[in-house]
Structures are given as C-alpha cells and as structure tokens.
T-cell receptor
C-alpha cells in the first residue's frame, strides 16, 4: 500500500507555545487528508477533513482557530496546534486518500504524532 | 448519521484458536464500505479487511474473514489460527461511497492472544 509519513513522531512543548505537525503522502497524490485525535484506550476522533487548495472542514466541537490545518499541496498537510495547553496532549493521526480511478479510493494512515504539553 | 458499535471492549484467544469480533452499524444508505482496522502497540493503523455492501460474498484475507449480514447490519471479523502478532486493538469502521466520505469508527476491541 501507499505510504503516509508524519513528522515529528513525538513532541514535547511548553504550555502556550504552538506546535506544527506535518503529514506527507510519499508515493501518491492525496486529494483529501484527514486529521484524527486519539486519547489513550479510545477510538479515533475525526477533527477535520481537508482538500488540496481548499479550507479544511472541521468537525463539530473542534476549534478551528486552535487547530489550524493547511493542505497546500497534493502531498503535504500540516496541523498546527496554537497556544497549546496540557489538555491538548494526545496522539494525532493523519490519513490521506488519493484518487485511484474507482469509487473506493483507499485511505492510508500515518504513524501518528504524540504531543505532550507541559 | 451513521454509527458503529463494538460491544466487546476486550477479547482473549489462545494461540492457534479462532476468535470472532462483533460489530454492528446503523445507516440508511444501501451502498457503503465496511472495514476492520488493526492498531498494534505501535499505534499504526493497518487495514485488515474491507467489504463492499453491494457484494453478497463475504470478504476474506488469509486468516481473516468477515460475516457480513446486511439486513441485520452486522459485520463480524473472524480470525483463524490466531497468532501472537494478532494482539492489538481492532476497530470496525463504516464509510459511505463517494470521494468526500469519512470513516466512522467503532470504539474498538482489544484482543489478547495467550499461549
């Protein structure tokens, strides 16, 4: 399957600072990217969906000014957690979907980024 | 809105034995996709198996197979000849057709494999 990378894999930051997480599709063009948040022993919660060149669509309850998503190219999306606080500590997973010419369009997941806010 | 329910928070199976993980879902759509994903301790999401709703035949991938009951909105995963490497969280997921569709995940089932 196709590969999605995330950087960094682990980040620790001080409260009040901003953190940027990168998500790249390495061998395909990702027309749509998804950002998830996962708390320990819980399921994945979709935060937002982004299409290349368009503004992200945020899920209900997700603060768009706090979680800035940019999908500037077909291979890169970024999630910036602004003014991070300890409650933002979580595991963030990106996922990318390209166009395979059919109706299915498989979705591939990155390895995740662990964010710890002190 | 679609919902996915996994009623088994934890399951245990002995090595080489067979285990079935349950999943039910709710939708008003007639065509959609269903998935089982595996999340090992590394937390990398791995697609185990996929089922298209319009296909009556149950999907199989080596030791993994599903029992898809469309009328009952049930989608269980059977793991045969369980191996230690099968130990992980398993998430059932639903997705509508269409390029803009989103995955809806269940709450997950933690599978333990014992010797």
């Amino acid at each position: 399957g196709a590969v999605v990378s995330q950087h960094p894999s682990w980040v620790i930051c001080k409260s009040g600072t901003s953190v940027k997480i990168e998500c790249r599709s390495l061998d395909f063009q990702a027309t749509t990217m998804f950002w998830y948040r996962q708390f320990p022993k819980q399921s994945l919660m979709l935060m937002a969906t982004s299409n290349e060149g368009s503004k992200a669509t945020y899920e209900q309850g997700v603060e768009k000014d706090k979680f800035l998503i940019n999908h500037a190219s077909l291979t890169l999306s970024t999630l910036t957690v602004t003014s991070a606080h300890p409650e933002d500590s979580s595991f963030y997973i990106c996922s990318a979907r390209g166009l395979d010419g059919g109706s299915y369009n498989e979705q591939f997941f990155g390895p995740g980024t662990r964010l710890t806010v002190l | 809105a679609q919902t996915v329910t996994q009623s088994q928070p934890e399951m245990s199976v002995q090595e080489a034995e067979t285990v079935t993980l349950s999943c039910t879902y709710d939708t008003s759509e007639s065509d959609y996709y269903l998935f089982w994903y595996k999340q090992p301790p590394s937390r990398q999401m791995i697609l185990v198996i996929r089922q298209e709703a319009y296909k009556q035949q149950n999907a199989t991938e080596n030791r993994f197979s599903v029992n898809f009951q469309k009328a009952a909105k049930s989608f269980s995963l059977k793991i045969s000849d369980s191996q230690l490497g099968d130990a992980a969280m398993y998430f059932c997921a639903y997705r509508n057709t269409g390029t803009a569709s989103k995955l809806t995940f269940g709450t997950g089932t933690r599978l333990q494999v014992t010797l």
